[in-house]
């Protein structure tokens, strides 16, 4: 079984700059999600989709963060303008419930100088 | 106080021990607790996957869940170099909430 694909694996941009990044889940899995890792932090939830539709986007910063999720499947997560806070890994996950056993991707390294 | 508390470590132990880390959680509705390893620039993977109190052994992993306490443990037996990773508790009521993970290294 394929796991969970994202890329880029990193990525370096400049303050107020933009960047995306893809993710495709395990094939079947309903359940996705994007989530922040700050170094030396646990991931933390920025966006959870159940299909194509929007189960909790409590805690991602609307104002520069974007996600679609369009056909059910893929998905990608937008910053525009990034912020040097922004600087993290940004993991992708997918499930098959969306409850509690996630899969995760390798993730995205993310620099923002 | 945050949701999920986990002693960030670092630890460091010799080949052969047991490695004992733990968790402690402010929400009562958490019903479903998890331990996730992250190996260097990789995603977390899961590990183990508890819904009650007790234990659940697998292989050389063991984990424990004390609800009326708020705290969950994982033991590593006969601890390897392979275990050095950083390892993440995780609870979830309608979503998943982390700690922010222990990082063990086991010297050969």
């Known amino acids: 079984e394929a796991g969970v694909a994202q890329s880029p694996r990193y990525k370096i941009i400049e303050k107020r700059q933009s960047v995306a990044f893809w993710c495709n889940p395990i094939?079947?899995?309903?359940?996705l999600y994007w989530y922040q890792q700050i170094l030396g932090q646990g991931p933390k939830l920025l966006i959870q989709f159940q299909n194509n539709g929007v189960v909790d986007d409590s805690q991602l910063p609307k104002d520069r963060f974007s996600a679609e999720r369009l056909k059910g499947v893929d998905s990608t997560l937008k910053i525009q303008p990034a912020k040097l806070e922004d600087s993290a890994v940004y993991l992708c996950a997918s499930s098959t419930d969306g409850r509690a056993d996630l899969y995760f991707g390798p993730g995205t390294r993310l620099t923002v100088t | 106080q945050k949701e999920v508390e986990q002693d960030p470590g670092p630890l460091s132990v010799p080949e052969g021990a047991i490695v004992s880390l733990n968790c402690t959680y402010s929400?009562?509705?958490?019903?479903?607790f998890m331990w996730y390893r992250q190996y260097s620039r990789k995603g977390p993977e899961l590990l183990m996957y508890t819904y009650s109190s007790g234990n659940k052994e697998d292989g050389r992993f063991t984990a424990q869940v004390d609800k009326s306490s708020k705290y969950i443990s994982l033991f590593i037996r006969d601890s390897q170099p392979s275990d050095s990773a950083t390892y993440l508790c995780?609870?979830?009521?309608?979503?998943?909430?982390f700690g922010a993970g222990t990082t063990v290294t086991v010297r050969a």
């Open positions: 995780a609870m979830s009521a309608n979503k998943l909430s």
């Open positions: 094939s079947g899995h309903a359940t």
């Open positions: 929400n009562s509705a958490f019903q479903y």
